[in-house]
């Protein structure tokens, strides 16, 4: 695998401006050939930009030159919103995330962007070819959507572009990213399952889903549990595939009366099968509530919010030319909102 672990600073409008002992302003109306700004201070900005390198960033042109026209943004350039899925998983995937692309692709347009699609998947391309292929495409900046474990991998030379990705799964490199806040989710969605009276709450997820959101739903269930009553704490379930035996013997050992969780209609069928009423019994609350989720209640993550994030962290890396990996990473995060819903009664 290829990698940059630089970004490629470049000299910036400002630092032209200082070293030259004139106003940013000044700087960008020089380079422009401003009448308004004479002859002398025009030549004088042009050597220094010169001599520190400074290179002016199109795209940033041709932006400030429509708002100067008070024109909306044109066409400047165009990402890439890449996944790895093969063609079975791919289906689900646009299932599931189908308001991530959707929130990505309308804030890209708006602001002068055209948002492909991608899927690196094919087992043979290498990180060369699959460079060369975004490279032939005119790709600048990528935006990397979430990918099915941890131990999945993408190949490319990060060097060569700008990268976001949202959430946590892609790990082989350190990079900005966007993210639901999986922690206060989970924190919000426990307030109102203690507001509703239940006392035992319990966590059920798959193994991979857990590392894919760098555990912060088990810690924020930890946290949680250990500012509780002593002896209601019910230790998470783990599962490393669908399982409802495992699942009837958690719940008939631990006996939770709310659990908090993803896949919630198999959840349901498995407590149909205990003989379990809900929300009478056992309270279900799902950390991931989809708009198709009616009657469930739960957090909604916001994912056409978190796309709309990730194309305005990329166009910034784009219009400062934040090349490769950064030296710092920085991670933007979505908080979700609570949805009420019959599967969690009122206060009682």
Not at 5 to 28: D, F, I, L
Not at 174 to 180: C, D, E, L, S, T
Not at 209 to 220: L, P
Not at 269 to 284: S, Y
Request: charge should be positive.
């Amino acid at each position: 695998m290829l990698r940059s672990s630089m970004v490629h600073r470049p000299v910036t409008m400002r630092e032209v401006a200082r070293r030259a002992g004139v106003h940013p302003a000044t700087v960008s109306r020089a380079l422009r050939n401003d009448p308004r700004i004479t002859p002398a201070q025009r030549a004088l900005v042009r050597r220094v930009a010169a001599e520190l390198g400074y290179r002016a960033n199109p795209l940033i042109a041709a932006l400030m030159s429509a708002r100067r026209a008070g024109r909306p943004p044109t066409y400047q350039a165009t990402f890439a919103f890449v996944s790895k899925y093969p063609a079975p998983q791919a289906a689900k995937f646009r299932r599931d995330y189908g308001d991530l692309l959707s929130g990505a692709r309308q804030r890209a347009l708006s602001q002068g962007f055209r948002l492909e699609e991608f899927n690196l998947h094919d087992p043979s391309l290498t990180a060369r070819r699959a460079t060369t292929i975004l490279q032939s495409r005119g790709i600048q900046g990528l935006i990397l959507a979430p990918l099915h474990s941890v131990r999945d991998t993408l190949e490319l030379d990060w060097s060569q572009f700008s990268s976001v990705a949202v959430g946590y799964s892609v790990t082989q490199v350190g990079i900005n990213r966007v993210a639901h806040n999986h922690f206060s989710g989970l924190l919000l969605a426990a307030r109102h399952c203690r507001a509703a009276g239940r006392r035992r709450l319990g966590l059920v997820l798959q193994r991979r889903v857990d590392e894919k959101v760098e555990r912060r739903w088990t810690a924020a269930m930890l946290l949680d549990q250990s500012l509780a009553p002593t002896g209601d704490a019910v230790p998470p379930l783990l599962l490393e595939a669908p399982d409802s035996a495992t699942l009837q013997r958690w719940f008939r050992r631990h006996r939770p009366d709310a659990i908090l969780g993803l896949d919630i209609p198999q959840l349901l069928e498995w407590l149909r099968h205990l003989g379990c009423a809900v929300p009478h019994d056992v309270a279900v609350v799902s950390l991931d509530r989809r708009p198709g989720d009616r009657g469930i209640a739960g957090i909604r993550q916001d994912y056409a919010t978190i796309g709309a994030h990730a194309v305005d962290l990329l166009v910034g890396l784009i219009h400062r030319n934040e090349i490769g990996l950064p030296r710092t990473p920085s991670t933007l995060l979505t908080d979700g909102q609570w949805q009420p819903g019959r599967t969690l009664d009122a206060a009682r």
